[in-house]
């Protein structure tokens, strides 16, 4: 039944019918109407303090669950400081919608107050780009945002909201969500795939993008011990299967394991699931050109991916996954070529001292390790702090990761808020670098005002690491630009109302990270580390 409301309120309800809980926002004058339609909403209005922030909240959102992030900003600044997050969604796949608030109609193509171009800025970043130009379309317009942003390959869709039509009066109403298609893999195409592993002495599946579920990630992971097939993942997709798996070798990317590497070189089929052969996977389009490849994934037009391409295979990965673990293989090849990867990943994985000044990494890690639950759900941003979370910790339960895999700083602590929000009940961590945590640690503050619990164990080594490293490598002794002047992190927290320790020796980290969790707040972990190390000690032996 149709009634009196305006777009601004329309957009709220169709949200509402969509199924979305929660909107990352911070408030601007160009949509006071749907800040309106949220008041009396069920959805959570979550107010960042900087729309970087609101908008890897989103990510974050998109990321861990089976619906797009939702953003909402104002015009001109509050939209640039957003495009980070859109950039992001664009080269993770991940499904996120970005709202903005836009100027009058009439104002356009004068220069006015905060006007910009919304396509020019966001259409080659995004899946879509509208506006809203009839109020009557409201519902409509963000049913087919939806519905984009979530097909084939996932991704971000930006919304223009001009604040005079939101304000319209309209007698529309809400629309049924458009059902998103069932993408199963012709059964051809699944005969070819388990004639291929049949056939292959050293197969390699590489898992990746979104749609894992619990249910999916398990059942690749037991079919492909049964099969002795090894699992690897792709770089930050490293929660599609359980690590506790016999089959799960690692991950592939930054920071991967020479052996997985030496692997993906020596394989005589490589199956991509839900990803494909990028630039960060094969080591900058080197590893496995020349080896038989099948694509197997939501997106038709495989965008990233790579070299050769053997089969190509079109469906959604629950799909895939329930189709392929209901077969079983014709196969005798050698329980060696599984059992030699798990091997080199469980050395590779086990860590060793870093040794230098200050809190050694690799052994903090280890004591995470041991203290966290399967279901803990990990954030980071980018830097060399994460190489260690990368390595050491341990996922055993789908949607337990949220991290820029297009290597953006300042995730870690917005995607670390938006995690606590979502569930509620599990432990959530961030691992975060003094420079990223620098660029969103104010969304403390919104952890605070919205209930969000996380640790956040801040790693101080008092440079841009990663940067320093390159330096080191094409320029030495010459650091440049790279130094950071730090705050006592731990003191930030304890000013927001959050729980705050200091750690300088590797012997203090246990203790204090007990107290943090014990705290129920949101607690930083401030540890004093030594500048000149740059990563984990490699304990890698030849498969």
Known sequence: MSTVTTAGHLIVRQLERSGVKRVYSVPGESFLDVLDGLHDSPITNVVARHEGGAGFMALAEG???????????????????????????WQDATPLILFIGLIPVADRGRESFQEFDINAWFGSTAKKVLTLEDAASAARV??????????????????????????????????????????????????????????????????????????????????????????????????????DSGSYVGFLGYSRGDYLAAAVEDADLLVF??????????????????????????????VGHFGRVDLQINAGVDALVGQLT????????????????????????TPSAD??????????????KGILEPDTVITYGAGNHSVWAARYLRHNSADSLAAPRNGAMGMG????????????????????????FMMNGQEIATAIGFGATFIAV???????????????????????????????????????GGHGERVERTEDF????????????????????????RAPKSSEEPV
């Not at 209901?326 to 590779?348: I, P």
């Open 355 to 368: 040794g230098g000044l200050g809190v050694d990494l690799s052994l903090a890690m280890a004591e995470l």
């Open 413 to 436: 602590i917005p995607a670390a808020v938006a995690a606590s929000l979502i569930f509620p009940g599990r432990r959530v961590v961030s691992v975060a670098g003094d420079g990223c």
């Open 458 to 496: 801040v790693v101080d080594n008092g440079c841009f690491a990663t940067i320093r490293e390159h330096q080191e490598a094409h320029y030495p002794d010459r650091p440049s630009g790279t130094q950071l002047t730090n705050p006592d992190f731990a003191a930030w927290a304890r000013s927001f």
């Open 273 to 302: 699931l839900g990803c494909v052969r990028s630039d960060v996977l094969s080591d900058g389009y080197q590893l496995g050109l020349g080896v038989e490849t099948i694509v197997a994934g939501p997106d038709p037009d495989i």
């Open 63 to 89: 990321r861990l669950t089976d619906l797009p992030g939702i953003a909402m900003v104002t015009r001109g600044p509050g939209a640039a400081n957003a495009f980070i997050a859109v950039h992001t969604a």
């Open 142 to 243: 963000v049913d087919d945002a939806i519905h984009t942003a979530l097909s084939g390959r996932p991704g971000p869709v930006v919304i223009g909201l001009p604040e005079d039509v939101l304000v319209h009066e309209i007698t529309t109403a809400t629309v049924p969500p458009r059902p998103l298609p069932v993408q199963h893999a012709p059964e051809a195409a699944v005969e070819d795939l388990i004639t291929k592993l049949s056939a292959a002495q050293k197969p390699l599946i590489i898992v990746g993008g979104e749609g894992w579920t619990d249910k999916s990630s398990d059942a690749l992971a037991s079919w492909s011990l049964q099969h002795s097939i090894p699992v690897a993942a792709d770089f930050r997709a490293y929660d599609a299967v359980p690590h």
């Open 326 to 349: 209901g077969r079983s293989l014709d196969a005798g090849r050698e329980t060696t070529w599984l059992s030699g990867l798990r091997a080199a990943y469980e050395l590779f994985n």
């Open 510 to 533: 246990r203790d204090a990270f007990t107290r943090a969790a014990a705290s129920g707040l949101p607690a930083v972990v401030h540890v004093i580390t030594d500048p000149s190390t």
